[in-house]
Every structure is written in C-alpha cells, then in structure tokens.
C-alpha cells in the first residue's frame, strides 16, 4: 500500500504534463487512454486518440530499450488517428497529410511513421526553393497489425489487416492483409494462415 503511494506520487508530475499536453494541443481522446512516461505533440493538426489506446513514452514503460519517447507531429495541419485498443511504444509519427492507424494494432518500440519526404528530392528545390514540392502521401495501418520494433514506414504506404512487418524493416510499398513482410526494403516473406 505504501508503495502504491510513492508510486503514485512520483508519477502525479508527469500524468498533469500529459493532460495539459492533450489539452494544449487539443486532442481528442477517450478517458481509458494510458500513457506511461510524457508525450510530445507538436504541430496544429487533429490528434484523436480512440477508447483503450496505450502509449508508452519512456524507457521503463519498455524493456527492449530503443528512444525514450512517443512524439506525434501533426505539421501542415496533418491528422494523426489511433484506433481502439491500439498500442505503440516509443514511437515517432509526422503527419503532413494523415497518419491512420486501425484497431489492435502493436507498434514496437522506436518505430517511425512518415506520410512525407521532408525534403524535396531535387536539389533546386531544396536549396533554392526552401523545399517546395515535397512528396506527401498518406498513410494507413489497417486493423490488427503487428509492427516489429526500430521499423520504419513511409509515404503512401497502406498495411493490410492483421499482417506483420518483422523488426527492423523499412515498408515502402502497399502490403496486403495476413502476410509477412521484413527486410530493407521491406518484402513478403509468406503467409498467415
């Protein structure tokens, strides 16, 4: 009991960050969603935050090491939506355009989701033009994915319902429902029964 106190002391300081956090940057989120260490939220875009969602921010939340924290970055208005009983753990996501995540879905630790380029590939554009024409592209993962820890999932890329993306991979392309994919780039393996 009076470690339960402690506990609950030490950690009063980071819950009020995190609710003015969600606050600030207006996040919709339902009242059962955990988080575990602080989150960053930057940008003006939509976050929402679905019934159940757990995110852990913070090297002891996750036993396989990896960044220390969970940053969501909404920039030019990007939308970034975590679907029911979704878990991520210290992870990055920027959205430009939209990041879409379903139902069920676990995200390992140190993953990157990005629906942008950030930079343009022409070197005019990026030197000259303060990069201009910069690839955007949205991105969804579909209901009870799997993504393997220190993954990173690009532009356009759309993963299909209950597939798994093996650690370490970087997803570039479409992936259909109940497969395997790994590598770098990421390619089917075989799949789900």
Request: glycine share 12%.
């Amino acid at each position: 009991m009076i470690k339960n106190l402690i506990i609950g002391a030490l950690e009063l300081p980071t819950r009020v960050y995190n609710w003015l956090m969600l606050k600030y940057r207006h996040v919709k989120y339902q009242k059962n969603v955990k988080i575990n260490g602080k989150i960053h939220i930057y940008g003006r875009g939509e976050v929402i935050l679905n019934s159940g969602v757990k995110i852990n921010s913070c090297r002891s939340a996750n036993p396989i090491g990896g960044d220390t924290s969970t940053v969501l970055n909404t920039c030019s208005n990007g939308k970034i939506v975590i679907g029911e009983n979704t878990g991520i753990s210290n992870i990055a996501i920027v959205a430009r355009e939209s990041v879409i995540i379903g139902k069920n879905v676990k995200i390992g630790g140190s993953t990157r989701i990005y629906d942008t380029d950030f930079h343009a590939i022409r070197y005019e554009d990026r030197i000259d033009g303060g990069d201009v024409n910069t690839g955007v592209k949205p991105v969804e993962i579909k209901d009870g994915v799997f993504i393997g820890a220190f993954t990173t999932v690009l532009k356009g890329v759309t993963i299909g319902e209950r597939s798994v993306i093996g650690a370490g991979s970087v997803v570039t392309k479409n992936v259909p429902p109940d497969e395997i994919w790994a590598g770098n780039p990421a390619k089917f393996i075989k799949k789900l029964n």
